[in-house]
């Protein structure tokens, strides 16, 4: 795992553990099985574009709903934005 992939996992499962309040997520935990609907989405969303300096659209969290999926996503939007 690449060290930027590596900080961009801890990061969103810090957030996701912020926003959801639950302890032990896994990379491929659901978001929505958790708990989370289009509000904390929101919120997600919001504090993961602070932390990260890059735009998170609502769609991404909708469209990749596990830690594993939008830390590769987000990956993805970085290298794109570099």
């Known amino acids: 795992m690449s060290e930027l992939r590596a900080g961009l996992a801890?990061?969103?499962g810090e957030t996701w553990h912020e926003?959801?309040?639950?302890?032990?997520?896994?990379?491929?935990?659901?978001?929505?099985?958790?708990?989370g609907d289009s509000m904390v989405a929101?919120?997600?969303s919001a504090l993961l574009e602070e932390r990260l300096g890059i735009e998170v659209p609502l769609l991404t969290v909708f469209d990749n709903p596990t830690v594993a999926q939008l830390t590769a996503e987000l990956e993805s939007a970085h290298a794109d934005r570099n």
Not at 19 to 35: K, R, S
């Open 10 to 12: 801890r990061t969103v």
């Open 42 to 44: 929101a919120r997600l």
């Open 19 to 35: 926003v959801l309040g639950i302890d032990g997520i896994g990379p491929d935990d659901d978001f929505f099985d958790l708990g």
